[in-house]
Each structure stands twice: as C-alpha cells, then as structure tokens.
C-alpha cells in the first residue's frame, strides 16, 4: 500500500472532504483511535474517502464490502462497538485484522433521503474495553455533521449521472429539429423560419433547459452543434432563410467556425441570445466577420428581456434584432408596450437592422405590430414549429 503523508493528503482534499476530516479528528482525539475514516459502499467496493490516521492509509484506499468490517456490522453478524475483535471469531477471519486492527467502531452515514451512503468509523491497533456503546452516540452525532456536508455533493453526482445517462445518446444524433415560420408582418408571406429543438414530452423540460443539463456534463457546445447540424440539413428542403440560435461559447470553438463556413451563408440567419454573456465582443467580431462578408446575417435575440440588450446591439451591429415576447403579447392594448416596440424599431432604424417580432399569439398583436412598423413576425398566430411538409408560404394577415 502507497505511503502518503499528510500533506499530500490534505492538498487533494475539497472543501467538503476537509469538513469531514475534522469530524474524523474530531472521533479520533475523543475515542484515542489510531484510525478514523468515512467510507462509501457502491454493494461491491468500499471506497474510504477521507481518512484521518498517522498510518500508511491513504484516501482513496479500497477494499472488497463484502469482507469489509462495516459490511458485517450493517448485515448484524458484529456488534456495532467491538472493544476486542479477538473475541469475534467472525471477525478475526476479516483482512482488516490481518493488518493489525484490534478494536472498531461504525456507525452509518445515512442521506435526507434515507439513503446509506457508507459508514463512519474508528479503528484501534489494540483491544480499547473502554469502547462502549456510549462512544456509538458520539459517533452517529458525528454522522450526521458528516451527512450535511456530503448531500449536497451527492445530489449533484447524481443529477450529473441521470443528464449523462439522459443526453448522452443526443449528442451525436441531435435532438428533433422543428421549424417556425417568419412571416413578413406587411404581406403576410413567409420569408424565413427558425430552427427550434424539440426534446423528448416525458423529460417535462424546455429546450434551454436540456442545454443547460448539456453544459452542466461539459457537452453543450457538442449538443448545439449537433442541433445545428439538423437545422443545416433542413436548407435543401425549405425556401427563404433558417435562423439557428448558439451561444458565443460554441460560436468561439474551431469546430463551429468551420462547420458554418460549409453552408450557403447568404441563407442563414446565426441568433445570439441576449440571455448568454459575451465576456470579448472584438474576438466575436473577429469570429463572425469572415462569416458576415459572405452573406450570413447576425441577429440579436430576446431583445428586451434584461439589460444587456443595448450593450449587444451597440457591440455587434446586427442585421436582425428579435424583440422578446415579453414586449409583444398584448401590445395591441398596451400603449406602453407600443410605446417601447417603436422605440426598438427606431433603434433598428438607426444601425440598419431588421425587427422581428416573437411570440405573436393573436391577429390583433400582429397587426398592431405591423402598424408600428415591425418588420417580420413570429409566433402561434402563425404556426408552431413544425416539419418543411407543414411550411406554408403565404401567412396573409387580415387587411390593416
């Protein structure tokens, strides 16, 4: 077995692991124990993650569960407190007294949930009949400091490993990509649409979401990608532009720059949503300007939602700037919503960009958008995302 002293052993730690360190300290001074430790059970392993001893054990040491101490404590054939385990010829066959254990104590460590999540015990090299059940209390109550600091790592190990299991097979194929029409609000014809991705119904997530659970495993960028990879696929088949969403950060990866620079620019429309932050506007501006001077269009989204919508538009000079559906439901009976959606359009105006509006749910929405000289418009009045076989060209409104 590796020696690894104190030092090292400590430097590796987190935060947690050292919390619970001082817990096992904590045991080890009360109980005079030359071993302290907390080990996790997976049913075959019991990983010993954190230590607390002057003998050559490091963290990370494992062994069988089965032929392990605790193991025979939780299954009832050993005492949960045993001052000499020379008395316990169940535990003198066990490896651990092989390497000189003499005396041992255990307790479980027990999540919220009522999981066991391992054990937390104390180990002597001699027989210690001061050992007794009183020592047990010390220890659940020491327990349990320990379960606090352990939740809330558990708890993300485990989200992390259901959106592992759950996106993994996504990542290569990319989710449905469905396509909503972009109407033009004076004629009613449809002159573009936007990709949009569709996750399975049972997840019970919106999209943004699954991206977000995609970047909680490091795989975001590769789950866009493979989004946008189906959009692309759709240019064959539909008339006008696609308009595909991404984030700066997958924008910024070699991969993205050269898989764009495939596709027939001059028909695409790349949205930045106003929600993702943008840490370098001139290494964007760098990214997209081989991009832009072949044709493809830059659109700012969500516009209107938070803060840092002037801040995008002023930086990047978009072609298309996308007002939030926060501003359009319901302008047609809110002069303040007019009153801010004319102010974007003269904004648009002035740095030459086009106003498309999301979200129009009603005819009484799209005309009164319409009237303060939003450009195009999207949203339920005129379709759900839906296949290319659904796609109409003509989207006519009712006469303004």
């Known amino acids: 077995m590796a020696v690894v002293t104190e030092e090292m052993s400590m430097a590796q730690r987190t935060e947690a692991a050292q919390q619970v360190a001082e817990l096992l300290q904590t045991a080890r001074e009360a109980l005079g124990l030359d071993l302290a430790f907390l080990s996790r059970l997976d049913g075959t392993v019991q990983h010993l993650e954190v230590v607390e001893t002057e003998l050559p054990v490091p963290d990370g040491t494992t062994q069988r569960q089965e032929t392990s101490f605790c193991q025979a404590i939780i299954d009832g054939t050993l005492p949960a407190v045993i001052p000499d385990v020379t008395r316990f010829p169940g535990a003198m066959r066990l490896p651990a007294t092989e390497q000189g254990i003499r005396s041992f104590i255990s307790v479980p460590v027990e999540l919220s949930d009522g999981t066991l999540y391992g054990t937390f015990c104390g180990a002597g090299l001699t027989a210690d009949p001061g ?161 832009r001077t072949r044709g493809m269009r830059l659109a700012i989204d969500d516009v209107g939602a938070g803060f840092s919508s002037l801040r ?58 319409a009237g303060l000289c939003v450009d195009l418009g999207q949203g339920w009045h005129f379709g759900k995302a839906t296949t290319v076989a659904e796609l109409r060209d003509d989207y006519r409104l009712a006469p303004v």
């Open 312 to 369: 995008h538009i002023v930086a990047t000079a978009p072609d298309v700037i996308k007002l939030d559906r926060s501003i359009v439901s319901g302008v047609a009976g809110d002069a303040v919503l007019a009153v801010v959606t004319r102010a974007l359009v003269d904004l648009a105006r002035a740095v030459d960009a086009k106003v498309v509006a999301e979200g129009i749910e009603t005819e009484a929405d799209a005309v009164a958008l």
């Open 131 to 291: 050992l007794a059940e009183r020592d047990r209390a010390l220890m659940q109550v020491l327990a349990r400091a320990a379960a606090l600091i352990l939740e809330p790592d558990v708890r993300h190990r485990r989200r992390t490993a259901a959106v592992e299991s759950r996106l993994r097979p996504l990542l290569e194929t990319g989710p449905v990509v469905l396509l909503q029409p972009i109407v033009d609000l004076a004629t009613g014809r449809r002159v573009g649409t936007e990709a949009l991705s569709r996750f399975p119904a049972e997840w019970n997530q919106p999209p943004d979401e699954c991206f977000a659970d995609a970047a909680l495993i490091g795989e975001r960028e590769r789950l866009e990608l493979a989004a946008l990879r189906r959009a692309a696929d759709y240019l064959p088949d539909v008339t006008g532009y696609i308009a595909m969403n991404i984030s700066p950060a997958t924008l910024f990866t070699p991969g993205a720059v050269e898989w764009l620079s495939g596709l027939p620019l001059d028909r695409i429309v790349l949205e930045l949503s106003e929600h993702d932050p943008i840490d370098d506007y001139g290494h964007l501006a760098a990214v997209l300007r081989p991009l």
